[in-house]
C-alpha cells in the first residue's frame, strides 16, 4: 500500500519557521515528481512548490518564493519544506503528493498520490 506521511506542522507565531516532511512508503518515488499544496479553511487547495524527481529543479508560488524552500532525499524516499518568515495567511493544512511522471507539476489533478496533510497555524 503506497503512503505519503506529512510530519512538522504545527503553531508559530509570524516570522517563525517550520519544516515539514514527507515519508513516501509502498513504494519508491525516486523517479516521481513531488510537490507541497496547502488548503486554507473556506478556501479551494492551492499548490505551494513541486520538485523534479532528481530534486535540480523546483518551482514555487508567488506567494512563498523566497521564503520556502523545497528539496528531497531520494534514499529516505522523503520530501521537505522548509518554510520560513511565516505569515498569518500561510495558515492551512499542508499536503505533500507525488506523480507518476519525473518532470515537475504545479496542477494538482496531475498527482495521483496525496498524504493526509499537516496544519500549520501561524499567530499574528
Known amino acids: 500500500q503506497v503512503q505519503l506521511v506529512e510530519s512538522g506542522g504545527g503553531l508559530v507565531q509570524a516570522g517563525g519557521s517550520l519544516r515539514l516532511s514527507c515519508a513516501a512508503s509502498?513504494?519508491?518515488?525516486?523517479?516521481?515528481?513531488m510537490g507541497w499544496f496547502r488548503q486554507a479553511p473556506g478556501k479551494e487547495r492551492e499548490f505551494v512548490a513541486t520538485?523534479?524527481?532528481?530534486?535540480?529543479?523546483?518551482y514555487y508560488a508567488d506567494s512563498v518564493e523566497g521564503r520556502f524552500t523545497i528539496s528531497r532525499d531520494n534514499a529516505k524516499n522523503t520530501m521537505y519544506l522548509q518554510m520560513n518568515s511565516l505569515k498569518p495567511e500561510d495558515t492551512a493544512v499542508y499536503y505533500c503528493?507525488?506523480?507518476?511522471?519525473?518532470?515537475?507539476?504545479?496542477?494538482?489533478?496531475?498527482?495521483?498520490?496525496w498524504g493526509q496533510g499537516t496544519q500549520v497555524t501561524v499567530s499574528s
Open positions: 509502498g513504494r519508491t518515488f525516486t523517479r516521481s515528481a
Open positions: 503528493a507525488a506523480r507518476n511522471s519525473a518532470g515537475w507539476s504545479s496542477n494538482a489533478s496531475e498527482y495521483g498520490y
Open positions: 520538485i523534479n524527481w532528481s530534486g535540480v529543479n523546483t
